[in-house]
């Protein structure tokens, strides 16, 4: 079992940053695929980016291409999503996931992101 605690999320503007950070224990990060999703109220949840186990595979929602980065530190058991250019409709909810070869099995709680104008 792997528990996940994101941090990071916040109030911005538009136009500026956030990094959001997913800190796992129990189980080193090595052994997943991790993700990180988002559900904006009254919508589903969406994936926004995922990388492979190794790091060598990634995915990005179309609209966050471009602005927002995965990357993870496997020393540290962390995973990070570095959020630029952010906009009003990027407020979220934002989820860090673990799982392997394709399937989710482990969620964090989420941390709000907003994004005023």
């Known amino acids: 079992q792997v528990q996940l605690v994101e941090s990071g999320g916040g109030l911005v503007q538009a136009g500026g940053s956030l990094r959001l950070s997913c800190t796992a224990s129990g189980r080193t990060i090595s052994t997943y695929d991790m993700g990180w999703f988002r559900q904006a109220p009254g919508k589903e949840r969406e994936v926004v980016a995922r990388?492979?186990?190794?790091?060598?595979?990634?995915y990005y929602a179309d609209s966050v291409k471009g602005r927002f980065t995965i990357s993870r530190d496997n020393a540290k058991n962390t995973v990070y999503l570095q959020m630029n250019s952010l906009k009003p409709e990027d407020t979220a909810v934002y989820f860090c996931?673990?799982?392997?070869?394709?399937?989710?099995?482990?969620w964090g709680q989420g941390t709000q992101v907003t994004v005023s104008s």
């Open positions: 990388n492979s186990r190794s790091g060598g595979s990634t």
């Open positions: 996931a673990a799982g392997i070869s394709g399937t989710t099995r482990y």
